[in-house]
């Protein structure tokens, strides 16, 4: 049975906590990103056809 090496083992776990940060920040970019849209380029029916960010402007 083969040993294995500690600091391989902490190398593995830090390579995984590296990509899964990239993961959250990519997913938290997107997010961002889709909400941005939503507020400031999509039309809503509700506030006639207007966007929110266009909406909560006083003229």
Same mark, same amino acid.
């Given at each position: 049975?083969?040993s294995s090496?500690?600091? *391989? #083992?902490? %190398?593995?776990? +830090? *390579? #995984?906590? %590296?990509?899964? +940060?990239? #993961?959250?920040?990519?997913?938290?970019?997107?997010?961002?990103?889709?909400?941005?849209?939503?507020?400031?380029?999509?039309?809503?029916?509700?506030?006639?056809?207007?966007?929110?960010?266009?909406?909560?402007?006083k003229p």
């Amino acid at each position: 049975m083969p040993s294995s090496n500690p600091s *391989s #083992r902490v %190398s593995k776990r +830090a *390579s #995984r906590a %590296s990509l899964e +940060a990239k #993961r959250v920040e990519a997913l938290d970019a997107l997010l961002a990103e889709r909400i941005r849209t939503y507020n400031e380029h999509r039309l809503h029916s509700s506030l006639r056809s207007k966007t929110p960010k266009k909406r909560s402007k006083k003229p």
